[in-house]
């Protein structure tokens, strides 16, 4: 369809106005889109016919309800090679697109909560595109499962449709797992936000990693109630079977190997100041190791860790979102 959104008639064998880029033959989509009882022809731009009901479109689509109120001023066509006797609106998305959308309309076919995040993609601009604001609400609260895995794809998208507070600062949240350097050349959703957007998510991870690390410097100590009975603060420096000690910066005296987990911790925040990191096994099997040489430490470490690292993790959230983030709403771009 045009801009106006007008409606073409099918005849588009002799009046010249078919898309020269369409396939001859265009094909019929399936259930529930080839319904004997439809009233209009969606044809996306790959040549697929979706056969539906004008009345259903209607009440997703502020859009498609305007443009079906407008009079066609064209004759419906009796053509039976390959087009129906039905008016057709051309459209320029893909049928995998339209299918996206009409799912949202047809609860018969409604497969939306097994959408990629790529299909979520397909289908964004084209449900603004035709205002579609309830697929818009519908699809935003779909895009929280990819913030863990895809998540500056996840900001660009709140950003770009306006999605929200909500899932623009989980998203960037979700960004915290990464490491800045990470090339994102592949990712082309940044192709449209703004500058000051992107840079408004690198001042977030900047800024968090700069507090969590400060977590490892001073603050470790006042989370836990029991911290003088941990044993990487008991261990009998004395014996030379046990631990030797290093001091913090905070002038506590702590094992060897519980500073050393403290510092690639500290490390890790550099890059990724999230609180997932810490709770990995990966992270804290070297220290266990090596309080493994310890006849103080080595029974007691696991046990100590298992209650002094969700403690830890737990401030690191609360540190997290203490940190704020500006969400500026930009204009919708197409
Ligand atoms: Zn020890």
Known sequence: MDAQGNVQSNDTSTNGTANESEPATPTDAPFPFNSPHA?????SSDGMNFRVRKAILAEASPF??????????????TEKTHAPDLPVVPMPEDSTVVVGLLQFCYPAGRQLQEMTL??????????????MDRMVEYVTPLLQRFVATSSLRVYCLAIR???????????????????????????????????????????????????????????????????????????????????TYRSFENSQRVTVWFSGLMVRCRNLAKDRPSSREFSLQSTIAKAL?????CTFCGPRAWGDLQVFLPLLTTRIDGA???????????????
């Open 161 to 243: 449709f306006q999605l929200g507070e909500d899932l623009t600062r989980a998203a960037a949240r979700g960004f915290l797992d990464h490491p800045i350097q990470v090339a994102y050349s592949h990712i082309t959703e940044l192709d449209y936000i703004s500058g000051a957007a992107y840079a408004r998510l690198l001042d977030y991870h900047n800024r968090c990693s700069f507090h969590v690390q400060q977590l490892f410097v001073r603050y470790y100590t006042g989370i836990d109630s029991a911290w003088d009975e941990r044993c990487w603060h008991q261990c009998n420096f004395e014996s030379k079977k046990n631990c």
């Open 118 to 131: 790529d299909d979520i993609v397909g289908v964004l601009p084209a449900a603004r595109k035709y205002t």
């Open 64 to 77: 498609f309800e305007t443009m079906f109120s407008l009079p066609t001023g064209t004759e419906q066509s």
């Open 289 to 293: 190791v090596e309080a493994g040489k």
């Open 320 to 334: 997290i979102s203490q940190i704020s983030l500006d969400v500026v709403a930009e204009a919708l771009s197409a």
């Open 39 to 43: 009233d209009v022809i969606l044809r």
